[in-house]
C-alpha cells in the first residue's frame, strides 16, 4: 500500500490543505473569467427554468388530474433531445459553440414567454402546452450538448475542468433548491403564469454572460466526411471504449427508470401527503439540497481518482432512496428521504459526466456529450411514459419503488466492469499526469478508488 499512499501524498501536494485552503481550491475554476461569467449568468437564468419545471407540472395536473398526461408532457419535451442529439453533437463539433449557445437561449427565452403569455390570458390547453414542451425539447437537442462542450472552452486549464463541471452542479442545483420553493409560492399566490413569465426574463442574463465573453475559438478540423459519416465515427467510438460505453449504460438505465420520479412529485404532494403546491416545493427542494451537498462535496475533491466508485455507489444510494421514500407517508421522512435521492442522482450524474470529459478527446467532445445528453436526457421521455403508466397501474408510492429497485441492479451490474473499466483507464491517467507511471499493474484496482 505505500505506492498507493505516495500518490496519495502527491495529489495533496506534499501536505494536507487547512479548511481555508481546501475551500478556496473547490472555487478554483471561478478564477477563468469566462467561467465567472457562465456562472453568474447561469445561475439567474436556472432559478427561472426550475420554476417553469414546476409550473409545467402543476399546470397540467390542475387541468387534467392525470398521472398519465404528466408523464406524457414530459415525454414530448424530451423525446426530441433523444432523437436529435446524436446530429446536434456532429453541428457542436463542426460550428461556434458561443454562437450556438446564443441562439438556443434566446429561442428557449420565446418558448417561455409563449407560455407566460398563454397562461396569463388563460386561454391555455393542453395541447400547446404539449407542442411548446416540444420546441424546448428540439432546443435542448442541441443547446445541452453544446453546454457541456463549451466548458473547455471557458476553462482554459484542463486540470480545473472537473471543478467547472462540479460547480456548474452546485449551480443547477442551488437554483433547484431557490425554483421549486419560489415557484410554490408564486403558484400559490398568483397562479403558474408568471413563473413562465420569470423564466422568460432570466434568459436575459445568460445570454449577456455569453456575449460578454472573450473566447478563442477551437476552429474545427477541416473534414471531408459527411454528418453520417462523423455521426458513425461518434458512435463506434463511444461503443468501442468500455469506460465510456460503460458509464453511459448505468447512466441511461438511471435516467429510463430513476430521474422520472419527478414527473410523480405533485400526486405525492396532493395525494399521498395530502400538501398543495407548496409541500411541491418543499419536495422539490429537499432533492435540490442533497444534490447542493453532493456537488460541493465534489467540487471539494482535488482529483478524478476514485469517481468510478461514487458512480458505483451513488446509484445504489439514489435506487434505496426512491424504495423507502415510496413507503414513507410522513412529510419530514418523505423531505429528508428526497434530500438522499437528490445526492444519489447529483453524486452520479455530476461524476459520470467528469470522467467522460476527462477521458474523450477533443476532437470527439461534441459527439460524445451528445451521447451523453442522450443517456441523460434522451432515455428521460421513456422513462416518464413508464413512470406515468406504473403510477396509473400500481400508483406512484409503487412506481418509484419499482424503478428504485432497477438503479440498485443497476449499480451492481456497473460493480461487476469496475475492474475492467479501471485497467482502460489507468494509461490514459498516466498520461494527463492523474497517477503515477510507477504504480504497479496489481494496484490498479486502487486507482479508482
Known amino acids: 500500500m505505500e505506492h498507493v499512499k505516495e500518490i496519495d501524498s502527491a495529489d495533496t501536494l506534499g501536505a494536507a490543505p487547512s479548511r481555508l485552503q481546501r475551500f478556496s481550491y473547490g472555487w478554483r475554476a471561478l478564477r477563468h473569467r469566462n467561467f465567472r461569467l457562465f456562472f453568474a449568468g447561469q445561475s439567474i437564468s436556472l432559478i427561472g427554468t426550475w420554476m417553469t419545471r414546476v409550473a409545467t407540472s402543476w399546470l397540467i395536473y390542475r387541468l387534467t388530474g392525470s398521472a398519465l398526461l404528466l408523464g406524457l408532457v414530459s415525454f414530448a419535451g424530451q423525446i426530441p433531445t433523444f432523437l436529435l442529439a446524436p446530429f446536434a453533437g456532429v453541428l457542436v463539433d463542426r460550428l461556434n459553440r458561443r454562437k450556438m449557445l446564443v441562439w438556443t437561449q434566446t429561442l428557449a427565452a420565446v418558448q417561455s414567454l409563449a407560455l407566460a403569455g398563454l397562461t396569463l390570458a388563460k386561454i391555455i390547453n393542453v395541447h400547446e402546452v404539449l407542442a411548446l414542451s416540444v420546441m424546448q425539447g428540439l432546443i435542448n437537442a442541441f443547446d445541452m450538448p453544446g453546454r457541456q462542450s463549451f466548458l473547455i472552452q471557458m476553462v482554459e486549464d484542463k486540470q480545473d475542468l472537473g471543478n467547472a463541471i462540479a460547480l456548474n452542479s452546485s449551480m443547477v442545483n442551488i437554483a433547484r433548491l431557490i425554483g421549486p420553493a419560489l415557484a410554490g409560492i408564486v403558484i400559490g399566490s398568483v397562479g403558474e403564469g408568471y413563473c413562465f413569465l420569470i423564466d422568460g426574463i432570466s434568459y436575459l442574463a445568460v445570454i449577456a454572460s455569453l456575449l460578454m465573453m472573450r473566447v478563442q475559438v477551437i476552429e474545427a478540423k477541416p473534414s471531408r466526411a459527411s454528418m453520417l459519416q462523423q455521426l458513425k465515427e461518434g458512435w463506434t ?14 447512466f441511461a438505465l438511471i435516467s429510463l427508470m430513476g430521474m422520472p420520479f419527478m414527473v410523480l412529485m405533485p400526486i405525492f404532494a396532493a395525494k399521498v401527503l395530502h400538501g398543495g403546491p407548496h409541500t411541491l416545493g418543499f419536495l422539490l427542494g429537499a432533492s435540490g439540497v442533497g444534490a447542493l451537498i453532493s456537488a460541493i462535496s465534489l467540487a471539494l475533491r482535488r482529483t478524478v481518482r476514485g469517481l468510478t466508485s461514487m458512480i458505483q455507489i451513488s446509484a445504489a444510494l439514489f435506487g434505496v432512496g426512491l424504495i423507502s421514500f415510496g413507503l414513507s407517508r410522513f412529510l419530514p421522512l418523505s423531505l429528508f428521504l428526497m434530500l438522499i435521492v437528490g445526492f444519489g442522482m447529483m453524486q452520479g450524474m455530476a461524476a459520470s459526466n467528469t470522467v467522460i470529459q476527462t477521458l474523450v478527446p477533443e476532437d470527439k467532445r461534441g459527439r460524445v456529450m451528445s451521447y451523453y445528453t442522450m443517456a441523460f436526457v434522451g432515455m428521460a421521455p421513456f422513462g416518464s411514459l413508464l413512470a406515468g403508466w406504473l403510477a396509473h397501474r400500481f400508483g406512484a408510492p ?21 475492474k475492467s473499466i479501471r485497467k482502460v483507464m489507468r494509461p490514459i491517467y498516466i498520461e494527463l499526469g492523474i497517477i503515477r507511471s510507477t504504480l504497479e499493474p496489481a494496484m490498479e484496482d486502487q486507482v479508482g478508488r
Do not use: D, K, N
Open 237 to 250: 467510438y463511444v461503443i468501442g471504449f468500455p469506460p465510456i460505453r460503460t458509464i453511459l449504460s448505468l
Open 398 to 418: 409503487h412506481a418509484v419503488m419499482i424503478t428504485g429497485a432497477f438503479c440498485v441492479a443497476g449499480s451492481a451490474w456497473f460493480t461487476t466492469q469496475l
